[in-house]
């Protein structure tokens, strides 16, 4: 309790203050650190042994308490999660308990933070959401909260089949609404008992806030669940097929995530699902007036009117001009997911209005300007629904449709970059932050070859060209050339010796280094023009 009391405070000191804030993230540091020791409530021996608890070493995991913290002093209705933010077109969704859980409920079973519940035998009505009959069930419900790198505690909904599987099993990752929590996966849709009928582990991270925006500290918290859910050796995984749906401002949330996080030792999503999603925060920005002071928090200072453009496109997917609906082709996230099967849906009458206009424009620009084709890969779905609700999409269709894929990393792409970072097969370092860096790239292990273009805002581009499937035995091509006249370098990870000779242009270069400690080979380009690298063995 005084631990959500500090939390709050510290939540006003940022809204209100500005630069304060610094001085705040230094004590909500400290009430972190100390959290651990804080006593948790004995076991309830009645409940199922938790296997899963602390099975990752070094990592601080607990049950008990559940953070939810928001932009505080934001909700004028009350702290009732079912009119939290009233006011805004946003918080038009509802809360009811699907069928299957109402009737849990009525038989006296308690589905609660700090809980482990086992499901079986006779769970076996249908829920909300789906239109499949009666199945009989069986899995493990927790509720944990972790202390990830952020100033947020972190609480999230965690569904394993029960016993655990032999076998790796896929992961979906549920993105929650807006004003709703880590619960409104129980609250609001069947994926659990979806997940449950196929064996899949089911997680559904809170994300530093219930009115987050795909902050890049609800990212940070979500990116922290999934590598301890990953980590877990008691769990059975498969990492190539880790699935994500999000609703609405979890629509919005999954997409930048998949988008962002590119790096194959983290979770790399293999399908998405983006139902209703908000895409486009500048445009939110634009046409939602009563959630600006919550934009304002994230990605300003907090005072009115803060809130940063750039900020907002990075935790975006586009962004477009609100007059003439111009799509800003540097900014544009979605990029990024040009290998990943993507479906969208959303209501033909939304009740947030102005959430069909960005879906219909992100899928324009995905089918004209990105190439994607509407097929089994790519699909946009304009349903016949008047309203805003999660069970406007079937989670049973939702979880067939995901669960035909398996994770393929691409061998060529455009990326856009918004940070020094790992994206797809290579390591990215900015000449500055607070920007984008873009490239397009192909890797051709038939030709061992290497492609770079149209590059800019980049210092340097590291990859492993073993790891890419490339050879180090042969001659190796780069060819490179940048979008804004500068050199880049290139550099080429596990190199097992200084190569016998570098040509650029066909003419022998000095233009490179060999450290033979690192095995990092150098290319050194000088100048933004077309050039064809040559690395012999």
Request: charged share 15%; net charge negative; glycine share 8%.
């Amino acid at each position: 309790m005084h631990i959500s009391i500090a939390f709050f405070f510290v939540e006003m000191i940022r809204t209100a203050c500005g630069g304060l804030w610094v001085a705040a993230q230094d004590q909500a540091a400290l009430l972190l650190q100390t959290r651990s020791a804080v006593p948790i409530a004995a076991e309830d021996e009645t409940q199922p042994s938790d296997d899963l608890l602390g099975a990752v070493p070094g990592v601080k995991i607990f049950r008990g308490v559940v953070f939810t913290q928001d932009p505080v002093g934001l909700d004028p209705a009350g702290p009732d999660a079912s009119t939290a933010g009233s006011g805004s077109i946003l918080a038009t969704e509802g809360d009811a308990l699907p069928g299957f859980l109402e009737e849990l409920v009525n038989s006296g079973v308690v589905v609660k933070p700090g809980a482990i519940h086992e499901f079986g035998g006779g769970a076996t009505t249908t829920g909300a959401g789906s239109t499949t009959g009666a199945v009989s069930l069986h899995y493990r419900l927790r509720q944990y909260t972790i202390i990830p790198p952020t100033t947020f505690a972190e609480a999230f909904t965690l569904m394993v089949p029960s016993p655990l599987p032999t076998t790796p099993m896929p992961l979906l990752v549920v993105f929650h609404k807006f004003g709703s929590s880590n619960l409104d996966v129980l609250q609001n849709t069947d994926y659990v008992r979806q997940c449950a009928r196929r064996g899949w582990f089911l997680v559904c991270p809170l994300s530093a806030s219930k009115k987050h925006f795909s902050s890049i500290e609800s990212q940070q918290n979500t990116e922290a669940v999934l590598d301890w859910t990953l980590a877990n050796s008691v769990m059975n995984i498969d990492r190539q097929r880790i699935y994500a749906i999000g609703f609405s401002m979890g629509g919005g949330a999954v997409m930048n995530y998949a988008a962002r996080h590119r790096d194959p030792a983290h979770a790399v999503f293999a399908a998405v699902i983006n139902h209703s999603g908000n895409v486009s925060l500048n445009d939110t920005y634009f046409h939602d007036p009563p959630v600006r002071f919550i934009f304002d928090f994230w990605f300003g200072d907090g005072s009115v009117g803060s809130a940063n453009p750039w900020k907002m496109s990075r935790s975006s997917v586009i962004r477009y001009d609100p007059f003439t609906l111009a799509i800003d082709r540097s900014s544009d996230l979605s990029r990024n997911l040009g290998s990943t099967p993507l479906s969208t849906w959303q209501a033909a009458v939304d009740l947030v209005p102005y959430l069909p206009g960005q879906n219909d424009i992100l899928d324009q620009h995905m089918r004209l300007n990105l190439g994607r084709q509407v097929g089994p890969l790519y699909t946009y779905t304009v349903v016949p629904f008047s309203g805003h609700d999660w069970r406007m999409v079937d989670a049973s269709s939702a979880c067939d449709w995901m669960g035909q894929f398996t994770l393929q990393m691409p061998l060529y792409g455009r990326t856009l970059a918004d940070r020094d970072g790992v994206f797809e097969h290579f390591y990215v370092e900015q000449d500055a932050g607070g920007a984008f860096t873009p490239f397009d790239w192909s890797c051709v292990p038939a030709a061992n070859e290497l492609h770079f273009s149209a590059t800019a805002n980049l210092k340097r581009l590291t990859n492993d060209p073993i790891a890419t499937g490339l050879s180090t035995s042969s001659e190796l091509h780069v060819f490179t050339q940048t979008a804004d006249g500068t050199g880049d370098e290139i550099v080429l990870a596990r190199w097992p010796m200084s190569p016998s000779a570098v040509t650029r242009d066909g003419v022998a270069t000095a233009n490179w280094t060999f450290d033979s400690l690192t095995h990092d080979l150098t290319l050194v380009e000088t100048d933004g023009a077309a050039h064809a690298w040559i690395v012999t063995p």
